[in-house]
Each structure stands twice: as C-alpha cells, then as structure tokens.
C-alpha cells in the first residue's frame, strides 16, 4: 500500500515554473515506478510523465516534452513534476501516481495508487 501527496499547485502566468511534489509513504518507494496526470477542466485524465523504478527511463507526453521535468528523491521519498515555460493549457489538476509495473508505465489503468491532486492554473 502507498499513500501520496501532491503539493505545489498555484496560479501562475504564462511563462512562469512551478514545481510539484508527491511525498509517498506506506512501502519503499523505489520498488514503484511514478507517473504524473493531469485533468483539465471538463477534459478526461491525460498522461504528462513518468518515471520507471530507480529512475532509469523516462517517459513525457509530446505536448510537455522539453518544458517538464520528472524527478526523484528516494531519500525522501518525493517525486517531482518541475514546469518550466508554462502555458494556459497547461492549467489541470495534476495528479501523481505509483505503478508496481517493471517497464515504464503511460497508461492510466497501470497505476494502482493515486494521490487527491493539486491544481494548477496558468493565466494568459
């Protein structure tokens, strides 16, 4: 079982960074590959990234490529999201996720935990 929570979330204009975190608790977080979502606003779940266990490979969608980092810090226990550049279609509620999946994981249904989500909103 693992516990996340995402914070970081806020408004910020276009252009500007933020950067999410995802504390886990519950079983040692590097057995777990880690994976960010977002939703937007009357849109489904969308894929932004992923990390495979014990950071090995990374996965972006196209529309973050270049733009957002995934990370890791297994001392902490943290994953993190950095955004730089951001757009207004960036603004979502992000959502960080674990997957006991040995290969990286981009699709929702490999996830087995979720965080409740934080919410970020890019003004123009």
């Known amino acids: 079982q693992v516990q996340l929570v995402e914070s970081g979330g806020g408004l910020v204009q276009a252009g500007g960074s933020l950067r999410l975190s995802c504390a886990a608790s519950?079983?040692?977080?590097?057995?777990?590959?880690m994976g960010w979502f977002r939703q937007p606003p009357g849109k489904e779940r969308e894929f932004v990234a992923a990390?495979?266990?014990?950071?090995?490979?990374?996965r972006y969608a196209e529309s973050v490529k270049g733009r957002f980092t995934i990370s890791t810090d297994n001392a902490k226990n943290t994953v993190y999201l950095q955004m730089n550049s951001l757009k207004p279609e960036d603004t979502a509620n992000y959502y960080c996720?674990?997957?006991?999946?040995?290969?990286?994981?981009?699709?929702?249904?490999?996830?087995?935990?979720w965080g409740q989500g934080t919410q970020v909103t890019v003004s123009s």
């Open positions: 996720a674990a997957t006991p999946q040995v290969s990286i994981a981009t699709g929702p249904y490999a996830y087995a935990y």
């Open positions: 519950g079983r040692t977080f590097s057995t777990y590959g």
């Open positions: 990390i495979s266990r014990f950071g090995r490979d990374t």
